[in-house]
């Protein structure tokens, strides 16, 4: 590889430095997700004698760029991410891949998409590993870092990937323990604080038009519409603010239904500068508490995977009934 290649490869891999992680350190500051990435070569090389069958070598590459295209999009939490998002990450991972000289190149490219398919071994514990270092952090970090959400995740995340061997699936169990008695010991008064910064209300009294247009302008489906057209949609639905303590409205969503059958979900947004947080899923678990168990419609481009979390599936078969009429 020629000396200008290599510089240049080099200098996105520094990004990783810079670029910053959800997750938090023990010492109270954020992680990078270079820091991640060597832990987690850390965590793999540590754990390669209870997989003597797996190309170890293989596996140290993937966890070493597994997460490369963050260099150029950012890190988004799992509970954020969206369908959009891992496809520009995956878009970024083959713009930089395309410095590399032809061998290099190809490695690269096929060692990623082995992890993206998910189906080899090497591929199956270098998924399970990421997701419980990052467990792992979280456990080591001061708990006033955790979002409300965070307290479940902690239980649950990485469950699945974990299972594909008996020993990361012992391990995780040990990480769980860890993590039930960080929250007993630290964590309930935190959480309580934390739900309570923000709440969701039903109540139109305290709906802000003025603010619920700045939400839409804010969304690729609605930034069009007019002060108009979004109070007559906000006066014909069941309508949901999400609030801080002084009433602050950073968040909205609205539903049509009949409370029997039906409801149709739609204009589900945070603020942008509230997100992160976990005020998707607050808003989201008041909306389904009230009407999770009827049959639910919704129509998104890039959020599916959080839909997915509350039952909704895309189903080509409906596609066959489903008729639609298109707003003149």
Not at 151 to 165: D, R
């Amino acid at each position: 590889m020629d000396s200008r290649t290599l510089l240049d490869f080099m200098s996105v891999a520094e990004k990783l430095k810079c670029t910053v992680r959800h997750s938090w350190t023990s010492s109270g500051r954020r992680e990078s997700v270079a820091e991640h990435v060597y832990r987690l070569c850390v965590f793999a090389w540590l754990v390669q004698a209870e997989f003597p069958e797996m190309d170890s070598t293989k596996v140290m590459e993937m966890c070493l760029f597994h997460d490369l295209g963050e260099a150029v999009t950012g890190d988004i939490p799992c509970f954020e991410k969206q369908e959009k998002d891992s496809r520009e990450e995956e878009d970024a991972v083959h713009r930089v891949a395309e410095m590399l000289p032809d061998g290099e190149r190809r490695r690269l490219v096929s060692l990623l998409a082995e992890l993206k398919e998910g189906v080899s071994g090497e591929a199956k514990l270098v998924h399970a590993l990421d997701k419980m270092e990052a467990l792992i952090q979280h456990n080591e970090a001061p708990i006033r870092t955790w979002l409300p959400l965070e307290y479940e995740l902690q239980l649950t995340y990485g469950q699945k990937e974990a299972g594909a061997f008996p020993y990361t699936r012992q391990l995780r169990q040990t990480v769980e323990q860890d993590s039930a008695d960080k929250m007993a010991l630290e964590g309930a008064s935190e959480c309580q604080e934390q739900k309570e910064a923000f709440y969701v209300s039903r109540d139109k009294g305290k709906l802000d038009l003025k603010r619920i247009v700045e939400l839409m302008r804010q969304s690729y489906w609605a930034k069009t519409r007019t002060e108009e057209m979004i109070r007559k949609a906000m006066e014909g639905s069941v309508c949901y603010g999400v609030y801080d303590r002084d009433g602050y409205m950073v968040g909205y969503a609205r539903i049509i239904t009949d409370f029997a059958t039906t409801f149709y979900l739609m204009d589900v947004i945070i603020d942008e500068a509230y997100r992160g947080k976990g005020l998707g899923t607050l808003l989201m678990d008041r909306i389904m508490d009230d009407v999770g168990s009827l049959h639910g419609v919704l129509h998104t481009e890039d959020a599916g995977a959080f839909y997915e979390k509350y039952g909704f599936v895309r189903d080509r078969r409906r596609q066959e009934v489903l008729m639609e009429k298109e707003r003149k």
